[in-house]
């Protein structure tokens, strides 16, 4: 495998079962313990206030609430992808998720657009997650 | 009781903007401060407060820039302060300032920026290395996407557009209002290059849609600086009109784009405006002329918006016909902006500076006819911090 020359997040604890989760194709957002909600990206209080929570699992389906195609990209290595799609996606469990939008053509995007969650194991300890069109 | 009023802009200051990476930091910012200080009929001996950034250095300077400045002006101060408004950080520090001279905690202040030298990051000449350097600044959940600054202000416009129905060309309005103001200014970038169309803006290459290199802020260098004293002190020397800060507030919204409640519009602006006019006792109509960070063409819509200058959903088209042109129904930028003129360092430095100008009567061609009250807006971040100022001509 070619080495992997694009930004590589850093994964404080707290956010570690989230990264771990994905590696095994699963996503898991934390859910306040007190009020219900899920919440992303991954943080130590709910706006309610309880510091309680579990990772559950969500069901990885949303739809674009805003997007754009990037055609000057930060780096070299992601050039290469340019023009790629970056989405802000409403999941149906209600908090807002960014990805890339794969599997169609960029200009085929559009707010509102059905969309659901693919893996993509970039390097064998990082798997991301991205969007796909949902029919 | 001791109120915004009773502080003045005393001296302003900016060097010619573009690349200084030949340019050794250090000697830019003293420079620079000099220069401000002499405008308003002053030395470095009567320096007793900064804000902000230490003059360029090794060791401790960052960590501490009062101890920094003392070290090099042979005096202790009496005052240093700091905001956290990103790029309008330091132009966000002239509500400090001025509430430590009405309380006697200091005398004369000044807020310099400076970007120069061969470093690079976000202070250098190099564009690919200041691109990739802001590209980091978000969460891993925003940068392992590849996204920019570009990208993260062409979601907020593209949430815009669904929204209201602004268009492109809108956007457009202020890139070119912004460019004529460059075109009478001899110190702005993009001044030489001349006057653009809306056409030009549509026909520039995509950079992160919808917006286009035309809609993007300039990557230079630069320097600039402000001088603040009490209005009595600012009066007494007689160099210039004096020029008051008459209301200051900061609204600090959500931080993760992921949190905000709306990526079309940012409630941190309408706290950091209401607070502003509040204080100032002013209503936006009554404003000659503004200044409001342009990173991108589209933050000057969102701003208008959250200062209440239209309702939200209605800067597109309240931009339009080049309304925001010098001579148009509210000048904005008149400099050229961060569009236009420089996006160097702490750039809202260089909005207050072209305020203060205008309010003084001396922006030459540029001048906005009986400009008496002008209104700064600053944001930091992708608009999640804000600040708002309220200047008036005494
Ligand atoms: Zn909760």
């Known amino acids: 495998m070619a080495a992997y020359e694009k930004f590589v997040p850093e994964i404080p604890p707290l956010h570690e079962p989230f990264w771990a989760a994905l590696r095994q194709h699963r996503v898991e957002l934390q859910q306040c313990r007190r009020c219900g909600q899920f919440r992303f990206v991954p943080s130590e209080l709910c706006p309610c206030g309880s510091p309680e929570y579990s990772w559950a699992p969500i069901a990885g389906t949303g739809e674009v609430y805003t997007y754009t195609i990037v055609h000057r990209a930060p780096t070299p290595a992601y050039q290469q992808d340019a023009p790629y799609v970056i989405a802000h996606v409403t999941m149906d469990e209600g908090p807002r998720m960014i990805s890339n939008v794969v599997g169609c053509d960029p200009s085929d995007v559009f707010i509102g657009m059905p969309v659901e969650i693919v893996f993509d194991d970039v390097t064998p300890e990082l798997t991301l997650y991205r969007f796909r069109p949902r029919s | ?394």
Request: hydrophobic share 45%; aromatic share 6%; net charge negative.
């Open chain 2, 1 to 394: 009781m001791p109120q915004f009023a009773d502080a003045a802009f005393a001296g302003i200051a900016m060097t010619p903007q573009g690349d200084l990476s030949d340019r050794d930091p250090a000697d830019v910012y003293w420079e620079v401060v000099q220069e401000a200080l002499a405008d308003a009929g002053l030395t470095l001996a009567d320096v007793d407060g900064l804000i902000g950034d230490a003059p360029p250095g090794v060791g401790i300077r960052s960590a501490l820039p009062g101890g920094a400045m003392a070290d090099l002006v042979g005096h202790p101060l009496r005052f240093q302060a700091s905001t956290s408004i990103g790029a309008a950080g330091q132009s966000a520090g002239i509500g400090l300032a001025a509430l430590a001279i009405a309380h006697g905690l200091a005398s004369v202040v000044v807020i310099p920026t400076v970007a120069a030298g061969g470093g690079s990051g976000y202070l250098g000449a190099d564009r690919n290395a200041a691109v990739a350097h802001m590209a980091r600044l978000g969460s891993p959940y925003e940068y392992v996407w590849g996204t920019t600054r570009v990208a993260d202000y062409a979601v907020i416009a593209r949430r815009h557009m669904y929204e209201y129905g602004t268009t492109e060309e809108q956007l457009a309005e202020i890139a070119v209002a912004q460019r004529y103001g460059a075109t009478l200014n001899p110190l702005s970038v993009n001044g030489k290059r001349g006057e653009i169309t809306i056409d030009d803006v549509m026909a520039s290459r995509p950079i992160a849609e919808p917006l286009k290199l035309l809609d993007c802020c300039l990557v230079n260098q630069g320097a600039g600086c402000i001088v603040m004293t009490s209005a009595t002190d600012a009066a007494a020397q007689g160099r210039h009109h004096p020029v008051l800060l008459l209301g200051w507030g900061e609204g600090q919204s959500y931080l993760d784009p992921c949190k905000a409640p709306s990526l079309a519009s940012f409630e941190g602006g309408r706290l950091a405006a209401d607070t502003a006019f509040g204080l100032a006792g002013v209503g936006r109509d009554e404003i000659d002329v503004a200044g409001i960070s342009d990173h991108f063409t589209i933050g000057v819509i969102v701003e208008l918006e959250a200062a209440g200058f239209c309702a939200t959903g209605e800067g597109g088209s309240f931009v339009e016909g080049q309304a925001t042109r010098i001579g148009g129904r509210l000048p904005v930028n008149t400099d050229g902006g961060f569009l236009s003129n420089s996006h160097a360092g702490s750039c809202g430095v260089f909005t207050v500076i072209e305020l203060v100008r205008q309010l003084r009567h001396e922006a030459g061609p540029r001048q906005v006819e009986q400009a008496s009250l002008a209104y700064a807006h600053g944001v930091g971040g992708v608009s999640q911090v804000q600040y708002g100022a309220v200047l008036g001509r005494a």
